[in-house]
């Protein structure tokens, strides 16, 4: 093509009259902070662990003391410790992940990894809204079978109620609705965040793939 | 021993700074995102600077380094507005009007190539730096002959860009 080899010559003889940097300016770069896609990556993901990790430290006791009430403490403890171990292994993966994203790698590699650290993350994500889910759904059923502890409990708390089936009725919907919502709410976050992080490496991607098909 | 590491970083950098400068000229609009784009390469490559070997040439891992940065990691601010569009459009008008000369010849070429995809601009910056097929294919980590039937894929559509 003679319209590249005419830009070829161009683009070499423009590269003298390019913008020259002083060994000052590229010091002081040095010491400036990235902005880079990995590093709000990073920042992002960090946060998210914390953020479920630190949710399950902080279950307020008198929930634990009703669920025991119900019978089932033994069976959320051992939850917890399975909880726990879950939790270890996905930040390590996510550790393992993100340490061996390296910008000298070649594109392809390079975007492969970052999507895979990012994965995990979401993976991560999943699990937590599952469990949050089955919880929910769990403790429903619990609280429907025994619907009778449910209503001494409350008694003791706010005063007898009237009207039991009335306010179960109530209850249980109350319970469902806002379980939906909230779960919707979380997974449109993460398909915000995930998607406008990754959007462009994804797209880029793609092009990489159609390139060796 | 982290000052001679330092030293040693910005005269080479400086040494060959051209580079950096055609990434950021191929992957930005403006001065301010050209000087982002600058900064964080600059400091992308510092961070792997550290584990340079010398098994290659500073030049040759800076390749690697500064496209990996504009394609991958550079994440575009807002206040790039991108105008490339409207130049395009207004300068179509204006060498319909006039003779094709080289000078206009050329901005519709480098406009063209502003309308790639971050990947084909890879290779067409490749490309005019006088990288051979297999340096190209190890850089975007696709194989040589794929990277070599691509290239005459973008000269295609470079060619439709120019002549619709």
Same mark, same amino acid.
């Given at each position: ?34 902005? !880079? ?29 009703? #669920? ?18 879950? /939790?270890?292994? /996905? ?21 492969? !990894? ?5 994965? +995990? ?11 949050? &889910?089955?919880?929910?759904? /769990? ?7 025994? !619907? ?24 249980? %919907? ?24 990754? =959007? ?7 092009? #990489? ?5 | ?7 040693? /970083?910005? +005269? ?12 950021? =000229? ?52 807002? =206040? ?9 459009? !207004?300068?179509? %008008?204006? &060498? ?31 490309? #005019? ?36």
């Amino acid at each position: 093509m003679d319209e590249l080899e005419l830009l070829k010559k161009d683009w070499k003889m423009r590269e003298q009259k390019q913008p020259q940097l002083s060994y000052d300016d590229i010091y002081t770069m040095l010491f400036k902070k990235s902005t !880079s896609i990995v590093k709000w990556i990073f920042i992002i993901s960090i946060a998210e662990l914390i953020f479920w990790t630190g949710l399950s430290f902080f279950t307020p006791k008198s929930s634990y003391e009703i #669920l025991e009430r119900f019978g089932v403490s033994q069976i959320l403890w051992m939850t917890n410790i399975i909880n726990y171990l879950v /939790f270890i292994g /996905f930040i390590y993966l996510f550790y393992k992940n993100y340490t061996a994203i390296k910008v000298t790698d070649s594109t392809k590699q390079l975007i492969n !990894s970052i999507i895979k650290t990012r994965k +995990t993350v979401r993976y991560f994500v999943f699990y937590n809204v599952a469990v949050f &889910a089955l919880i929910l759904i /769990f403790i429903n059923i619990l609280y429907y079978l025994k !619907s009778d502890v449910l209503m001494e409990i409350i008694g003791e708390k706010y005063g007898k109620i009237k009207d039991a089936a009335a306010f179960l009725n109530n209850f249980f %919907i109350i319970q469902i609705v806002l379980g939906v919502f909230m779960l919707g709410l979380l997974l449109l976050f993460y398909r915000l965040v995930y998607g406008i992080l990754l =959007r462009r490496l994804k797209n880029n991607l793609k092009e #990489l793939e159609k390139i060796e098909m | 021993m982290s000052k001679e590491l330092e030293h040693s /970083f910005i +005269t080479q950098l400086q040494a060959n700074q051209n580079i950096v400068h055609k990434i950021c =000229r191929l992957y930005t609009n403006g001065a301010d995102a050209h000087n982002d784009l600058f900064q964080e390469i600059t400091i992308q490559l510092w961070k792997a600077f550290p584990k340079f070997r010398g098994e290659s040439k500073f030049s040759t891992w800076m390749y690697r380094v500064g496209l990996n940065t504009a394609i991958t990691l550079y994440r575009k601010s807002k =206040r790039t507005i991108d105008t490339q569009d409207f130049e395009t459009v !207004s300068f179509k %008008i204006s &060498a319909e009007d006039y003779d094709n000369t080289v000078e206009e010849q050329l901005k519709l070429m480098y406009d063209a190539v502003k309308q790639l995809n971050d990947i084909d601009k890879a290779l067409v910056f490749l490309y #005019l730096e006088d990288k051979n097929y297999k340096e190209i294919a190890e850089t975007l980590g696709i194989s040589e002959v794929n990277s070599r039937v691509k290239m005459n894929r973008i000269k295609e559509k470079l060619r439709t860009i120019l002549n619709p």
